[in-house]
């Protein structure tokens, strides 16, 4: 199915590595632009929907239950295919700024680069469940593993899921992850832009700020 943009709004993604800050700097970012009167929907994934919300429980959940990667990679989309049509498209219709906390590009980087799903396999699928739609913007926030993991690791243990898992997901597959994202981002440079999520949360926020700026004034 071909890609197709946002019609009417405007589609922002936030993406990074475990412990970037991309889920603060999405909700900084919404609120700053609602504040300036512009209208907005803030989601997330998995999420954002009744059924969405269930299937995040089941994917995040650090107890012990045993599930590979292709079984993750069609529960996000599982969740992903309610999303877009209950949430992302009727707001993109009425001419929202939808900012979406990750998106399909979360799965190549987990489940494609991190876990060696088939990469062709997942854009497949994604295509399929998102009937082609892609983000006018990816935002992402970038930090080095052992500084994403260390943020999480001093959270609270409620905080935790199996994707921080080290006997499940090891230093080596976040660094994959990282990896795949960087080079997603190398290779759709007019989409994407990197930021770096390794300062004080104010400084990436002012980052962030600047960009959807520059963005919304296209």
């Known amino acids: 199915m071909p890609e197709t943009k946002a019609t009417g709004g405007r589609f922002i993604v936030f993406e990074g590595p475990d412990g970037a800050g991309k889920s603060v700097q999405a909700t900084r970012l919404a609120r700053s632009l609602e504040d300036d009167g512009r209208a907005i929907t803030l989601t997330r994934e998995p999420g954002g929907t009744r059924l969405g919300e269930q299937v995040r429980a089941i994917l995040l959940d650090p107890g012990p239950v045993a599930r590979g990667p292709a079984a993750d990679a069609l529960l996000f989309n599982a969740a992903r295919s309610q999303l877009v049509p209950e949430v992302i498209r009727p707001a993109l219709e009425r001419g929202d700024i939808v900012v979406c906390d990750r998106y399909a590009t979360s799965t190549m980087a987990y489940q494609g680069y991190g876990s060696g799903v088939d990469r062709g ?98």
């Open 121 to 218: 396999v997942l854009a497949t699928i994604e295509s399929w469940v998102t009937g082609g739609l892609v983000p006018d913007l990816v935002i992402l926030i970038d930090v080095p593993v052992e500084v994403g993991l260390a943020r999480r690791g001093a959270g609270t243990v409620a905080e935790q899921t199996r994707f921080e898992d080290s006997e499940r997901h090891d230093l080596d597959f976040h660094e994959r992850v990282r990896e795949g994202y960087l080079e997603m981002a190398r290779n759709s440079p007019a989409q994407w832009v990197l930021i770096n999520g390794d300062a004080s949360e104010d400084a990436v926020a002012r980052d962030v700020r600047r960009v959807a700026e520059a963005f919304l004034a296209r």
